[in-house]
């Protein structure tokens, strides 16, 4: 038997960080929302007790460090199942850029392993499970729009945003998360987004409210650390975006775009400056 999982890319419309707690971790307030690039997963069942993976994109490990493997062993452990499986990664979503990658692959296998082997996990387990893996998961478990807040675990539903285009653009840097929060500094901050009035206008479908509330403050590490972003943030913006912002701790940025006739001539822009970019929309 065999099961086929999407599991589609995030963008932070806004990531703000109040402090760092005693255990090390940050404390978090996040809105996220999904687009529609996605990395394919397919499950097949193995007729021996081990975890296979594979994927075409030659750029990820495929061993016990894959964010896929570590979720399907988790459940494997966690409900005591003797089965075996095997899953391939069709990736498209580019790897280590913000978009939360790896995380939504570990969901898509918790998502699809509950339904090859029947485990019938409600699916606020299967977000605590996702814990374990990583602060993404559980949001990219349930999908949609969502304010984290913890170190990204405490997940609340809200409305989706109005429709819009978003283009994403990576440029060919790799960034660490760990070491953009290593080198974030909560006290040194001198302004922050206003989650309450994101929340407002996203209750209210208001997209220039938006526009007005789009913040990210690992911008102030990633900005410093590679001039790249913010130069393509510079150029989206030149280019026509309504909104710019980085994507989590980077590289990615997206721009926000209403207008549909603007979007080739943004997309055409950008190429002559970065050789990965998407032209997607965001999932309602
Ligand atoms: P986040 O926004 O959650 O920090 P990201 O989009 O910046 O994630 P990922 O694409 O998830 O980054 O990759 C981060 C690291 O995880 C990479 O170094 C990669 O080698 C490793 N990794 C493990 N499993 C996967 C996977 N299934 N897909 C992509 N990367 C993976």
Redesign the pocket.
């Known amino acids: 038997m065999k099961v086929y999982e999407k599991a589609p ?2 963008i932070n419309l806004l990531l703000d960080v109040l402090r760092k707690r005693e255990d090390g971790f940050h404390e978090v307030e996040m809105i996220m929302t999904m687009v529609d690039l996605a ?1 394919r997963l397919e499950m097949e069942e193995l007729p021996r007790d081990t975890i296979i ?1 594979s ?1 075409q ?1 030659g ?3 495929l061993d016990e ?6 979720a399907a062993r988790l459940i494997k452990d966690r409900y005591d199942v003797r089965r075996g499986v095997y899953i391939h ?1 069709d ?1 498209k ?14 969901a898509a296998t918790l998502r699809g392993l509950n339904r090859l082997w029947e485990l019938g996990i409600p699916e606020d387990e299967l977000c605590t499970l996702g814990a374990e893996l ?3 998961v559980p949001f990219c478990v349930t999908g949609g729009t969502a304010i984290a807040r913890g170190r990204g675990e405490k997940l609340e539903r809200i409305n989706n945003p109005p429709q819009c285009w978003v283009i994403l653009a990576k440029p060919p840097i ?4 760990a070491d953009v929060y290593g080198k974030f500094r909560a006290a040194e901050l001198k302004e922050h987004p206003s989650t309450a009035a994101m929340l407002s206008a996203i209750s209210s479908g208001s997209f220039p409210g938006i526009i007005a509330n789009l913040g990210n403050v690992l911008e102030t590490v990633t900005l410093q650390l590679h001039p790249e972003v913010l130069q393509l943030k510079e150029i989206m913006h030149r280019l026509g975006a309504d909104g710019v912002l980085m ?4 590289p ?1 940025v997206f721009g926000l775009v209403s207008k549909e006739a603007k979007v080739s001539r943004i997309y055409n822009g950008l190429r002559g400056f970065c050789k990965e970019v998407y032209v997607v929309r965001m999932l309602t």
């Open positions: 890319a995030k990395d993976i994927s994109a750029y990820i490990p460090k894959n964010l896929a493997f570590q990664l990736k979503i580019p790897v280590a850029a913000g978009l939360a990658g790896g995380s939504s692959d570990a990583g602060s993404d790799n960034v660490s998360t994507s989590g701790s980077g990615t």
